[in-house]
Protein backbone atom coordinates (compact mmCIF):
# COMPACT_ATOMS: atom_id res chain seq x y z
CA UNK A 1 0.00 0.00 0.00
CA UNK A 2 1.24 3.53 -0.68
CA UNK A 3 2.15 5.63 2.16
CA UNK A 4 -0.42 8.07 0.97
CA UNK A 5 -3.06 5.58 0.81
CA UNK A 6 -2.34 4.61 4.12
CA UNK A 7 -2.30 8.06 5.32
CA UNK A 8 -5.59 8.55 4.17
CA UNK A 9 -7.37 5.73 5.23
CA UNK A 10 -5.85 6.42 8.86
CA UNK A 11 -6.77 9.86 8.84
CA UNK A 12 -10.49 8.92 7.61
CA UNK A 13 -10.51 6.37 10.69
CA UNK A 14 -9.58 8.80 13.13
CA UNK A 15 -6.33 6.62 14.30
CA UNK A 16 -3.93 8.99 13.15
CA UNK A 17 -4.12 11.82 14.58
CA UNK A 18 -0.63 13.32 13.46
CA UNK A 19 2.47 12.89 11.46
CA UNK A 20 4.90 13.97 9.33
CA UNK A 21 8.56 12.80 8.00
CA UNK A 22 11.21 13.85 10.21
CA UNK A 23 14.59 14.82 8.59
CA UNK A 24 17.50 12.31 8.75
CA UNK A 25 19.57 11.34 11.63
CA UNK A 26 22.65 13.47 10.54
CA UNK A 27 20.50 17.27 10.70
CA UNK A 28 19.34 16.48 14.52
CA UNK A 29 20.46 18.27 17.34
CA UNK A 30 21.06 16.42 20.31
CA UNK A 31 19.97 17.52 24.18
CA UNK A 32 20.77 16.18 27.24
CA UNK A 33 21.04 17.75 30.60
CA UNK A 34 23.64 16.67 32.71
CA UNK A 35 24.05 17.79 36.24
CA UNK A 36 21.85 21.15 35.32
CA UNK A 37 24.23 22.02 32.66
CA UNK A 38 22.44 21.63 29.00
CA UNK A 39 24.47 20.13 26.57
CA UNK A 40 24.15 19.74 22.73
CA UNK A 41 25.73 17.72 20.12
CA UNK A 42 25.70 18.23 16.52
CA UNK A 43 23.79 14.32 14.94
CA UNK A 44 22.45 11.65 15.97
CA UNK A 45 24.63 10.28 19.24
CA UNK A 46 23.34 6.44 19.98
CA UNK A 47 25.27 3.64 21.70
CA UNK A 48 23.54 1.26 19.33
CA UNK A 49 20.86 1.97 16.50
CA UNK A 50 18.98 4.72 16.42
CA UNK A 51 15.76 4.43 17.88
CA UNK A 52 12.80 6.41 18.69
CA UNK A 53 10.49 6.14 21.42
CA UNK A 54 8.16 8.48 21.19
CA UNK A 55 7.52 12.01 19.29
CA UNK A 56 6.60 15.34 20.49
CA UNK A 57 5.73 17.89 17.82
CA UNK A 58 6.68 21.75 19.34
CA UNK A 59 6.81 24.72 17.33
CA UNK A 60 9.78 26.85 17.84
CA UNK A 61 11.35 30.14 15.65
CA UNK A 62 14.66 28.58 15.29
CA UNK A 63 16.76 25.90 16.43
CA UNK A 64 17.71 27.63 19.92
CA UNK A 65 14.15 28.05 21.23
CA UNK A 66 13.71 24.63 20.29
CA UNK A 67 17.01 23.22 22.37
CA UNK A 68 15.47 25.52 25.10
CA UNK A 69 12.26 23.25 24.79
CA UNK A 70 14.05 20.21 24.22
CA UNK A 71 15.99 20.85 27.47
CA UNK A 72 12.89 21.07 29.64
CA UNK A 73 11.73 17.41 28.13
CA UNK A 74 11.88 14.97 31.38
CA UNK A 75 13.69 12.10 28.45
CA UNK A 76 16.62 15.08 28.18
CA UNK A 77 17.48 14.63 31.81
CA UNK A 78 16.91 10.44 31.81
CA UNK A 79 18.11 9.54 27.89
CA UNK A 80 18.10 12.74 25.54
CA UNK A 81 16.20 14.57 22.89
CA UNK A 82 16.52 14.82 18.98
CA UNK A 83 15.07 18.22 17.96
CA UNK A 84 14.64 17.73 14.41
CA UNK A 85 13.00 20.17 11.78
CA UNK A 86 10.34 18.44 9.50
CA UNK A 87 10.72 18.87 5.46
CA UNK A 88 9.50 21.51 3.86
Do not use: C
Not at 35 to 40: A, D, I, R
Not at 54 to 83: Q, R, S, T, Y
Request: proline share 6%.
Amino acid sequence: MPVEDWVTEMDGSGARLTGNRVRPGTDATTVRVRNGEVVVLDGPYAETKEQIAGFDIIEAANLDEAIEIAAKHPMAWAGMVDVRPFWD
